[in-house]
């Protein structure tokens, strides 16, 4: 999407200003005093811009503008700006956000939690000066409240580096109430805008040059209530009044109707040459020489505008060169009030035209269309949507207002292929699903228009391809099958062609091929496809289909137990997209999947490490699955470092991305994670029962899965394992379960995966084997599972998956010792093993779920001591969250629930 710069200039000042120290001054000092948010809150004409210039200009501080219109009521539209704007302060803003805008949906959260961290480590913003400001011109024409959420975020979590302005006619939702109690706001309102007597006589009798009495000036001041445009526009017309007196008199009516009044007293008497000059060009939002000549007709349009300029006839410059100009809101709203009085509807739609076509041969894309169907001329607005929308695309599909394509009449798509299709493409991404079934039928409308009006084979390919592409996307939207999936996908990728807009459309369906066999299962064909996709991904230019390519290969790697080529994909990336890594937010996939791998080496520091950066980064690509994933990696570090509170945090996380996918993955699959996570470690005896609640709701699948690495076969899968570990942790505790049918499924499940050539779920199956035998007495033949474990996991370095059974895979591994045939891969496994658990007394081992550890026997002395939990954190220099999560842990793990209970059970099995 193309920047209008004049969006972004702070506007120039005059310099006859009246300095309204008054209102300054406390600007300055609640700026100092760290105050984050002012709010300037008046109706039109209070001087609200005029003052925030004027502060901008004495504070001599970096500061950023950006001018808002009715155009900005777009979440990413409206950050796009303000980033830009920042940027203007410091180039290292925002670069990686702006990226994710043309390849994701990043929410609101991703794009400004990135905005803060960047803003954190910006050189401008941390020179020691102070804040920097940034102004929000016109909140009020601010509706979404999307955008309304994503700056109380920032609010919320601002940091010292920047202060918000914001001028407005209504007071915004953004939380003013408690920013006002906690003395972080700022306020100027209507009544600290008026002028007073005094500010009225110096900028009547001074900047206006009017010369007027002390009473001409009050009974101004009073008639117009200091309203400031109301002073303007009186001084205006007193210039050429003869009684001035008598003037003054006439505004003693009602004053809801001055401003109608004086601005036609402003407008009638003007020459005729500007009267018409001003009314022609209110149609326009702004303003320049070329552009106004083009509409009015008048060729010495520039210089008019600077002569309005210098008249101070309401027209303020948006740029110091003095191109670009806008009217005062209201006094544009009065303007075309008169274009609509004088001119009939065919003049104004001629207006209209001449503005659109200024546009389009000046490449300004929605300018051009929105005068088209402002000239209603839908065939005009067709013409214009088909030839920029492609190049216009957003994050969301296709940038064009989804409103003005609705004002075109259906007759049009039914006669335009391509523009039914783009049709189709803006309904794909409204969170109805109604619309879905709406994007399909104007997909058919296409296909029919198509066979009715395209003689020309090269253009009705290329709209084929197009068609087919949206409707691989519909199939995936609706969740439909793969094999539904795929001949659409195959379709796109032999009709579109390889140039103009329709690569970045031909990479996509080429990576989605080759998830689409991954989903399938269908694993050589994956490789092939996605090999494919690298190549010409690479070749395009395509960062984002390259990076989504090479995590898929990831994905099909890890599934077949490869490691080390799994985590050299990634690598090999990272080092060719070294340089503009910081503008790929998807790179933060590759990090995230490096770390994963490192995790399982048990190589923790270097995996934190990684996590750190990939979730820095990928919640902007709107990778929402990745992003989880990172978040469940990031957990298992923390609980591999025994730090349960952290890993509580970034469970949080999880479950916060998890809840805007969750109707994709199953309701369960968070409890499934869960499982996951605590696999064989220390959970609070809420969670666990939370866990067999699940496991008794959940049914035993009657056959394996297919294997796949992807959707409803991997939830399955996943299901499955989840399901066998609670039950096998029931077992551990002594409650009666029956193991049998789970062991019968998972060895079919072992033997499905192995003929699929999934061995990263044979080592997983086997090893969960191994438990499950070894927790039924079943000593030769939990070794022999072990055995199939360790020859499949020992080449590639698989530790993790090992070591996340605990203490019974400890006992385990070291009856292995003596006769396998991995004894150095099972030293490497046990040296893996925390010291804590390894130097437990065995005779302790066989009476709990799980043996405590040091900090816990520690904890269980100073409850026997009975001392309170406050007393326990003090003497043990921790928090009282830390100390409450060790004494659930203790409980589980001793099978009480109360302090006497522990204590009791503790001796009766000579922990005390």
Same mark, same amino acid.
């Given at each position: 999407?193309?920047?209008?710069?004049?969006?972004?200039? &702070?506007?120039?000042?005059?310099?006859?200003?009246?300095?309204?120290?008054?209102?300054?001054?406390?600007?300055?000092?609640?700026?100092?005093?760290?105050?984050?948010? #002012?709010?300037?809150?008046?109706?039109?004409?209070?001087?609200?811009?005029?003052?925030?210039?004027?502060?901008?200009?004495?504070?001599?501080?970096?500061?950023?503008?950006?001018?808002?219109?009715?155009?900005?009521?777009?979440?990413?539209?409206?950050?796009?700006?303000?980033?830009?704007?920042?940027?203007?302060?410091?180039?290292?803003?925002?670069?990686?956000?702006?990226?994710?805008?043309?390849? %994701?949906?990043?929410?609101?959260?991703?794009?400004?939690?990135?905005?803060?961290?960047?803003?954190?480590?910006?050189?401008? @913003?941390?020179?020691?000066?102070?804040?920097?400001?940034?102004?929000?011109?016109?909140?009020?024409?601010?509706?979404? &409240?999307?955008?309304?959420?994503?700056?109380?975020?920032?609010?919320?979590?601002?940091? !010292?580096?920047?202060?918000?302005?914001?001028?407005?006619?209504?007071?915004?939702?953004?939380?003013?109430?408690?920013?006002?109690?906690?003395?972080?706001?700022?306020?100027?309102?209507?009544?600290?805008?008026?002028?007073?007597?005094?500010?009225?006589?110096?900028?009547?009798?001074?900047?206006?040059?009017?010369?007027?009495?002390?009473?001409?000036?009050?009974?101004?001041?009073?008639? #117009?209530?200091?309203?400031?445009?109301?002073?303007?526009?009186? %001084?205006?017309?007193?210039?050429?009044?003869?009684?001035?007196?008598?003037?003054?008199?006439?505004?003693?009516?009602?004053?809801?109707?001055?401003?109608?009044?004086?601005?036609?007293?402003?407008?009638?008497?003007?020459?005729?040459?500007?009267?018409?000059?001003?009314?022609?060009?209110?149609?326009?939002?702004?303003?320049?020489?070329?552009?106004?000549? $083009?509409?009015?007709?008048?060729?010495?349009?520039?210089?008019?505008?600077?002569?309005?300029?210098?008249?101070?006839?309401?027209?303020?410059?948006?740029?110091?060169?003095?191109?670009?100009?806008?009217?005062?809101?209201?006094?544009?709203?009065?303007?075309?009030?008169?274009?609509?009085?004088?001119? +009939?509807?065919?003049?104004?739609?001629?207006?209209?035209?001449?503005?659109?076509?200024?546009?389009?041969?000046?490449?300004? $894309?929605?300018?051009?269309?929105?005068?088209?169907?402002? $000239?209603?001329?839908?065939?005009?607005?067709?013409?214009?949507?088909?030839?920029?929308?492609?190049?216009?695309?957003?994050?969301?599909?296709?940038?064009?207002?989804?409103?003005?394509?609705?004002?075109?009449?259906?007759?049009?798509?039914?006669?335009?292929?391509?523009?039914?299709?783009?049709?189709?493409?803006?309904?794909?991404?409204?969170?109805?699903?109604?619309?879905?079934?709406?994007?399909?039928?104007?997909?058919?409308?296409?296909?029919?228009?198509?066979?009715?009006?395209?003689?020309?084979?090269?253009?009705?390919?290329? &709209?084929?391809?197009?068609?087919?592409?949206?409707?691989?996307?519909?199939?995936?939207?609706? =969740?439909?099958?793969?094999?539904?999936?795929?001949?659409?996908?195959?379709?796109?990728?032999?009709?579109?062609?390889?140039?103009?807009?329709?690569?970045?459309?031909?990479?996509?369906?080429?990576?989605?091929?080759?998830?689409?066999?991954?989903?399938?299962?269908?694993?050589?064909?994956?490789?092939?496809?996605?090999?494919?996709?690298?190549?010409?991904?690479?070749?395009?230019?395509?960062?984002?289909?390259?990076?989504?390519?090479?995590?898929?290969?990831?994905?099909?790697?890890?599934?077949?137990?490869?490691?080390?080529?799994?985590?050299?994909?990634?690598? !090999?990336?990272?080092?060719?997209?070294?340089?503009?890594?910081?503008?790929?937010?998807?790179?933060?996939?590759?990090?995230?999947?490096?770390?994963?791998?490192?995790?399982?080496?048990?190589?923790?520091?270097?995996?934190?490490?990684?996590?750190?950066? =990939?979730?820095?980064?990928?919640?902007?690509?709107?990778?929402?699955?990745?992003?989880?994933?990172?978040?469940?990696?990031?957990?298992?570090?923390?609980?591999?470092?025994?730090?349960?509170?952290?890993?509580?945090?970034?469970?949080?996380?999880?479950?916060?991305?998890?809840?805007?996918?969750?109707?994709?993955?199953?309701? +369960?699959?968070?409890?499934?994670?869960?499982?996951?996570?605590?696999?064989?470690?220390?959970?609070?005896?809420?969670?666990?029962? !939370? @866990?067999?609640?699940?496991? +008794?709701?959940?049914?035993?699948?009657?056959?394996?899965?297919?294997?796949?690495?992807?959707?409803?076969?991997?939830?399955?899968?996943?299901?499955?394992?989840?399901?066998?570990?609670?039950?096998?942790?029931?077992?551990?505790?002594?409650?009666?379960?029956?193991?049998?049918?789970?062991?019968?499924?998972?060895?079919?499940?072992?033997?499905?995966?192995?003929?699929?050539?999934?061995?990263?779920?044979?080592?997983?199956?086997?090893?969960?084997?191994?438990?499950?035998?070894?927790?039924?007495?079943?000593?030769?033949?939990?070794?022999?599972?072990?055995?199939?474990?360790?020859?499949?996991?020992?080449?590639?370095?698989?530790?993790?998956?090992?070591?996340?059974?605990?203490?019974?895979?400890?006992?385990?591994?070291?009856?292995?010792?003596?006769?396998?045939?991995?004894?150095?891969?099972?030293?490497?496994?046990?040296?893996?093993?925390?010291?804590?658990?390894?130097?437990?007394?065995?005779?302790?081992?066989?009476?709990?779920?799980?043996?405590? *550890? +040091?900090?816990?026997?520690?904890?269980?002395?100073?409850?026997?001591?009975?001392?309170?939990?406050?007393?326990?954190?003090?003497?043990?220099?921790?928090?009282? *969250?830390?100390?409450?999560?060790?004494?659930?842990?203790?409980?589980?793990?001793?099978?009480?629930?109360?302090?006497?209970?522990?204590?009791?059970?503790?001796?009766?099995?000579?922990?005390?």
């Amino acid at each position: 999407m193309p920047i209008l710069s004049t969006k972004l200039q &702070i506007p120039p000042l005059r310099p006859d200003l009246v300095r309204r120290r008054r209102l300054l001054d406390p600007l300055a000092t609640n700026l100092r005093q760290g105050r984050k948010l #002012t709010v300037v809150s008046a109706p039109a004409g209070f001087g609200k811009t005029t003052l925030v210039t004027k502060w901008l200009a004495e504070e001599e501080r970096p500061a950023a503008w950006v001018s808002l219109d009715e155009n900005d009521n777009e979440l990413y539209r409206f950050w796009r700006y303000v980033i830009h704007a920042l940027q203007r302060i410091d180039r290292s803003i925002g670069e990686a956000i702006l990226v994710s805008f043309d390849v %994701a949906h990043p929410n609101a959260e991703a794009i400004v939690s990135t905005l803060i961290n960047d803003l954190m480590h910006a050189p401008h @913003f941390n020179d020691g000066s102070g804040p920097a400001i940034l102004v929000l011109d016109d909140y009020h024409l601010i509706e979404n &409240i999307e955008i309304h959420d994503s700056l109380n975020f920032l609010l919320d979590n601002q940091l !010292s580096q920047l202060h918000i302005v914001i001028t407005t006619r209504a007071d915004p939702p953004l939380n003013l109430a408690r920013r006002r109690a906690r003395m972080l706001l700022t306020e100027i309102r209507a009544g600290d805008l008026r002028f007073s007597a005094a500010e009225a006589a110096i900028f009547l009798n001074q900047t206006m040059q009017l010369d007027l009495s002390v009473d001409e000036i009050r009974a101004l001041e009073r008639r #117009t209530e200091g309203w400031p445009v109301g002073l303007q526009l009186a %001084a205006l017309s007193l210039r050429d009044q003869p009684n001035r007196h008598e003037f003054i008199d006439l505004l003693a009516g009602d004053d809801r109707y001055i401003g109608d009044y004086l601005m036609e007293e402003v407008i009638h008497h003007q020459p005729a040459e500007i009267e018409e000059f001003l009314i022609k060009s209110s149609i326009l939002g702004r303003l320049n020489g070329s552009l106004c000549a $083009a509409v009015t007709g008048i060729a010495e349009s520039q210089a008019l505008l600077e002569r309005l300029e210098r008249d101070n006839l309401f027209v303020a410059p948006l740029d110091r060169r003095r191109q670009w100009f806008r009217y005062h809101r209201l006094f544009a709203d009065l303007l075309r009030r008169q274009l609509h009085r004088q001119m +009939d509807a065919a003049t104004i739609a001629d207006l209209h035209q001449r503005a659109s076509q200024w546009y389009e041969v000046n490449d300004f $894309a929605e300018e051009a269309i929105q005068h088209a169907i402002a $000239a209603a001329d839908p065939g005009r607005a067709a013409d214009l949507i088909e030839k920029f929308a492609l190049s216009m695309r957003c994050e969301r599909g296709i940038a064009i207002p989804r409103a003005w394509m609705q004002t075109l009449p259906a007759n049009l798509y039914r006669e335009r292929p391509m523009l039914a299709a783009i049709y189709a493409e803006s309904l794909m991404y409204l969170p109805e699903m109604s619309a879905l079934a709406e994007a399909g039928h104007w997909l058919d409308e296409a296909d029919a228009a198509l066979l009715r009006t395209l003689d020309r084979e090269a253009e009705a390919r290329q &709209i084929r391809g197009y068609i087919a592409a949206l409707r691989s996307t519909l199939a995936i939207h609706r =969740g439909d099958s793969h094999d539904q999936i795929l001949p659409h996908v195959e379709e796109a990728i032999a009709l579109l062609p390889d140039n103009g807009w329709a690569q970045g459309k031909r990479a996509v369906m080429m990576l989605n091929r080759g998830v689409t066999f991954l989903f399938m299962g269908r694993s050589a064909e994956a490789e092939r496809a996605l090999n494919d996709a690298i190549a010409y991904s690479r070749r395009i230019g395509s960062h984002f289909a390259q990076i989504m390519a090479v995590y898929s290969q990831y994905i099909l790697y890890r599934g077949r137990g490869d490691l080390s080529m799994a985590a050299q994909i990634c690598q !090999s990336l990272l080092d060719e997209l070294r340089d503009e890594a910081d503008r790929i937010p998807a790179i933060g996939a590759l990090w995230l999947s490096l770390a994963s791998i490192q995790f399982e080496w048990n190589q923790l520091e270097a995996a934190q490490q990684n996590l750190t950066r =990939g979730l820095a980064t990928i919640p902007l690509s709107g990778e929402y699955g990745i992003e989880m994933n990172g978040y469940v990696t990031l957990a298992r570090v923390h609980v591999a470092r025994e730090e349960h509170e952290e890993a509580q945090r970034a469970l949080a996380q999880f479950r916060r991305v998890w809840q805007g996918v969750s109707k994709l993955l199953g309701e +369960d699959y968070s409890t499934l994670i869960q499982i996951r996570i605590w696999q064989g470690r220390a959970i609070g005896a809420a969670d666990f029962e !939370s @866990f067999k609640q699940w496991a +008794d709701s959940a049914e035993l699948p009657s056959q394996p899965t297919d294997g796949a690495l992807l959707g409803s076969a991997r939830r399955g899968y996943t299901r499955l394992i989840g399901l066998a570990s609670v039950r096998l942790r029931q077992h551990r505790a002594g409650e009666r379960v029956d193991l049998t049918p789970i062991l019968s499924i998972l060895t079919r499940q072992r033997e499905q995966s192995k003929s699929a050539g999934w061995f990263s779920q044979v080592i997983e199956i086997a090893i969960l084997e191994a438990m499950l035998w070894q927790s039924l007495g079943q000593a030769e033949t939990a070794q022999q599972a072990l055995e199939m474990a360790l020859r499949y996991a020992t080449p590639v370095g698989y530790v993790r998956t090992f070591v996340e059974e605990g203490e019974p895979m400890r006992q385990l591994l070291e009856s292995a010792e003596e006769y396998t045939r991995f004894p150095d891969a099972v030293r490497r496994l046990l040296n893996a093993f925390p010291v804590q658990t390894a130097a437990l007394s065995p005779s302790r081992r066989p009476a709990l779920i799980e043996p405590l *550890n +040091d900090r816990e026997e520690e904890i269980l002395r100073l409850l026997a001591q009975k001392r309170s939990r406050q007393e326990i954190a003090e003497a043990l220099i921790l928090s009282i *969250n830390t100390v409450k999560w060790h004494i659930n842990n203790l409980y589980a793990k001793l099978g009480v629930d109360k302090r006497g209970a522990a204590v009791a059970r503790a001796v009766e099995l000579g922990i005390l």
